[in-house]
Nanobody, 126 residues
Framework: QVQLVESGGGLVQPGGSLRLSCSAS????????MAWFRQAPGNEREFVSA????????WFADSVKGRFTISRDNAKNIVYLQMDNLELGDGAMYYC???????????????????WGQGTQVTVAS
């Protein structure tokens, strides 16, 4: 079973950038589509972005499209979320998730992902 550990969260001013990382261990990483979700206090968990197992397919929530980039390094078992031009509304706990899917498939529903990390906090404040 894949184990996921996120890192890279922190405090950033609006307009700033952060890069989140999610390291995987214990499984065949390339067999998993990887996604980022986030949840702010009082809000439901929401999809942010996903990348297919082979890295060829990506999906972004409309709220982050053009500002966030997702990538993965299957040799290092890491997925990244590069977040640029951060907005106040981007502040949340960010969770990495992995779902066993065909190599080119991505999904935006949390139910499609069976492995989850513990989360990393992103705070956007001036």
């Amino acid at each position: 079973q894949v184990q996921l550990v996120e890192s890279g969260g922190g405090l950033v001013q609006p307009g700033g950038s952060l890069r989140l990382s999610c390291s995987a261990s214990g499984g065949t990483f390339r067999n998993y589509a990887m996604a980022w979700f986030r949840q702010a206090p009082g809000n439901e968990r929401e999809f942010v972005s996903a990348v297919s197992g082979n890295g060829g397919g990506t999906w972004f929530a409309d709220s982050v499209k053009g500002r966030f980039t997702i990538s993965r390094d299957n040799a290092k078992n890491i997925v990244y979320l590069q977040m640029d031009n951060l907005e106040l509304g981007d502040g949340a706990m960010y969770y990495c998730a992995g779902g066993a899917m065909s190599a080119s498939v991505v999904a935006s529903l949390g139910e499609e992902y069976e492995r989850w990390g513990q989360g990393t906090q992103v705070t956007v404040a001036s």
